[in-house]
T-cell receptor
Framework: GESVGLHLPTLSVQEGDNSIINCAYS??????FIWYKQESGKGPQFIID?????DKRQGQRVTVLLNKTVKHLSLQIAATQPGDSAVYFC???????????FGTGTRLTIIP | DVKVTQSSRYLVKRTGEKVFLECVQD?????MFWYRQDPGLGLRLIYF???????EKGDIPEGYSVSREKKERFSLILESASTNQTSMYLC??????????????FGPGTRLTVT
């Protein structure tokens, strides 16, 4: 996941703009990746996942891009809305191993 | 919808107390997980279980134990709570071996404060 630190990376985006949240992973053997959204006071909720045999996957207003060469994952949110304000986590796994290793998270704030 | 519930949203305990955190899922999932969440550190796996009475250590098991006597219930135990165990605790579950996805379903979390 993201580099470990004591402070949560933050991203502020104007409402209506697109958001891009990045995640670097370190395990070359990881072949499954997943993004979660955590709103204040709630548990993480699944957004989208991707396997390493894909470079891109799209959902509703979200796109995940995977660059295995540089071990980088990104989550793109189109036309961000106030309800997108949350902490976003990436997680990785080796397929067949049901444990997930989570990144440190990015706090996304939407500016009205 | 899958529902994962945790027994308490907020808990305050004293140093040295034995603490039980309960998690129940209603979808007959085999796999259950306990994480702790701290600012800037993300979610760290404490213990997980693939089946009743089975448990495996995660990345940070020290100071914790678990119990899984029934498939739907996974308990996290702090044998002697310490202030450094003040944290948000999250439980998750997932069915085994679903093709293409290892999505975990999370409960709402228990915020534990040890004083």
């Amino acid at each position: 996941g993201e580099s470990v630190g004591l402070h949560l990376p933050t991203l502020s985006v104007q409402e209506g703009d697109n958001s891009i949240i990045n995640c670097a992973y370190s395990n070359s053997a990881s072949d499954y990746f997943i993004w979660y959204k955590q709103e204040s006071g709630k548990g993480p909720q699944f957004i989208i996942d991707i396997r390493s045999n894909m470079d891109k996957r799209q959902g509703q207003r979200v796109t995940v891009l995977l660059n295995k060469t540089v071990k980088h994952l990104s989550l793109q949110i189109a036309a961000t809305q106030p309800g997108d304000s949350a902490v976003y986590f990436c997680a990785e796994s080796n397929f067949g191993n049901e444990k997930l290793t989570f990144g440190t998270g990015t706090r996304l704030t939407i500016i009205p | 919808d899958v529902k994962v519930t945790q027994s308490s949203r907020y808990l305050v305990k004293r140093t040295g107390e034995k603490v039980f955190l309960e998690c129940v899922q209603d979808m007959d999932h085999e796999n259950m997980f306990w994480y702790r969440q701290d600012p800037g550190l993300g979610l760290r796996l404490i213990y997980f279980s693939y089946d009743v009475k089975m448990k495996e250590k995660g990345d940070i098991p020290e100071g914790y134990s678990v119990s899984r006597e029934k498939k739907e219930r996974f308990s996290l135990i702090l044998e002697s709570a310490s202030t450094n165990q003040t944290s948000m605790y999250l439980c998750a579950s997932t069915p085994p071996g679903r093709e293409g996805s290892y999505e975990q379903y999370f409960g709402p979390g228990t915020r534990l404060t040890v004083t």
